[in-house]
């Protein structure tokens, strides 16, 4: 059974308006109660000796409290009985907590064993007493040096007339973001091969005006052959265009989304903020506006975490800062 909080003033104002003369739709609309709970109410003033036409003299301290008595019955430890049969069970409970059992599902599985509970019970008794819904702690990473590191990652957009099938063909984004201050590129493209992945970093070194020195992407096929947490086994093509270029790559782990954080919260971004609701008339179109968006409109955003411009943040750290010039004809400084 499910227990509210009965306040004695509502209690109070209930039983004087049906004194009054005035029925349970009357006397609940006073109290701002149902009209099943004035009910209760009355009917637990009758059965503690309150009659009709004796007037509001008889609504004593003591009645009152045997009233509410009546409607809430006792808790032990400010909890009912169902609660009660969940402690019972917490062992069992805390289990499949540990298991990463759905409230839902704990409750199917507790039906099995006879225990049936409301949900809003069974699910502050998961959080409160067997730990469901506490992840681990959250130890936000240094951004490290500023040039230093930038993270990629593909997220799917939408649909853009190809001209060249002559369809409309699904388009994803490989989305860079500058660790440092969190400048944004997006290379938009129908198809995540090793050849698109390099046309994007192309354009992106144009776009930051440098090469920085790591790039962290997830585990493209594309990009890595063997994925390890140690040790990754990269694509040939991958190596050669790493070691024409002069950056190193730190794939993160297999699913393991928390190691390139800082790109993974922006996909969401680019897709609701530049691409939902909008017709391009075919790639070019959107290349070239999603190019100004990153300058315009992400890169001039007041960024929560940095609380400032991420263009801005760029122009006066970073821009020197890519170790290597995009003509790769000079060096910004000393290779790593």
Not at 15 to 36: I, S
Not at 62 to 83: C, E, K, N
Request: aromatic share 8%; with cysteine; proline share 4%.
């Amino acid at each position: 059974m499910a227990f509210r909080e009965v306040s004695v003033i509502e209690v109070r104002e209930v039983l004087r308006a049906w004194l009054a003369g005035a029925g349970y739709r009357m006397a609940a609309e006073r109290a701002g109660v149902d009209r099943k709970t004035a009910r209760r109410y009355v009917q637990a003033a009758e059965q503690a000796g309150v009659i009709r036409d004796r007037g509001l003299g008889q609504l004593s301290d003591g009645v009152i409290g045997q009233v509410v008595a009546t409607v809430r019955p006792a808790r032990p430890a400010g909890h009912g009985s169902a609660w009660q049969l969940l402690q019972v069970e917490q062992e069992q409970i805390t289990k499949w907590v540990g298991k990463d059992l759905t409230v839902v599902k704990i409750g199917d599985m507790l039906a099995r064993r006879g225990v049936v509970v409301p949900y809003r019970t069974l699910h502050r008794f998961c959080v409160e007493c067997c730990g469901f819904g506490r992840g681990a702690t959250t130890v936000r990473v240094a951004d490290g040096e500023p040039g230093v590191e930038c993270q990629i990652d593909f997220g799917r957009m939408g649909l853009v007339f190809d001209p060249v099938a002559g369809r409309r063909r699904t388009v994803h984004a490989l989305i860079f973001t500058a660790v440092y201050s969190r400048h944004m590129f997006v290379w938009l493209t129908f198809s995540q091969t090793l050849e698109a992945i390099i046309a994007g970093c192309e354009a992106a070194w144009t776009h930051f005006g440098g090469v920085f020195r790591v790039l962290i992407p997830d585990n493209m096929k594309a990009i890595v052959a063997g994925a390890d947490p140690v040790n990754p086994r990269f694509t040939l093509g991958w190596l050669d265009y790493t070691q024409h270029c002069g950056f190193a790559t730190d794939p993160a782990r297999v699913r393991h989304p928390k190691d390139k954080p800082r790109v993974e919260r922006t996909v969401q971004y680019v897709r609701g903020n530049f691409f939902a609701g909008e017709e391009f008339v075919d790639l070019a179109d959107g290349q070239t506006r999603v190019k100004k968006w990153c300058t315009t409109t992400a890169g001039q955003r007041i960024h929560g975490t940095i609380q400032a411009r991420p263009v801005e943040v760029f122009a006066e750290h970073e821009a020197g800062a890519c170790w290597r010039c995009r003509n790769r004809m000079t060096c910004r400084s000393s290779r790593p």
